[in-house]
Nanobody
Framework: QVQLVESGGGLVQPGESLRLSCAASGSIVSIIRMGWYRQAPGKERELVATITSGGSTNYGDSVSVKGRFTISSDNAKNLVYLQVNSLKPEDTAVYYC??????????????WGPGTQVTVSS
């Protein structure tokens, strides 16, 4: 089994910043890719950003994400971070960590964390 635990969410005012963290643990041979998704009330879950073990990044197509969000990772510690700047009320959502994990015997499986709430409000 693999567990993902997010942290760093909370209530912030518009314009402020947050750093979300996600730690992966368990039966991990290697992590292929980690990333962040978010789901706002009444909306579908959307991609925020992903990062591969080689450091290649991909950001979601949402115009509101580009330029304000930065994903990074610490492969040695199975950690992924999301730096979010200039937060807007429309960034309010539950942010989920995702990892594609090699659990051995050639098995690649996706795992999700329980999510961390980010609320942007004055």
């Amino acid at each position: 089994q693999v567990q993902l635990v997010e942290s760093g969410g909370g209530l912030v005012q518009p314009g402020e910043s947050l750093r979300l963290s996600c730690a992966a643990s368990g039966s991990i041979v290697s992590i292929i890719r980690m990333g962040w998704y978010r789901q706002a009330p009444g909306k579908e879950r959307e991609l925020v950003a992903t990062i591969t073990s080689g450091g290649s990044t991909n950001y979601g197509d949402s115009v509101s994400v580009k330029g304000r969000f930065t994903i990074s990772s610490d492969n040695a510690k199975n950690l992924v971070y999301l730096q979010v700047n200039s937060l807007k009320p429309e960034d309010t959502a539950v942010y989920y960590c995702n990892a594609v994990v090699n659990t051995g015997w050639g098995r690649l499986q996706p795992y999700w964390g329980p999510g961390t709430q980010v609320t942007v409000s004055s």
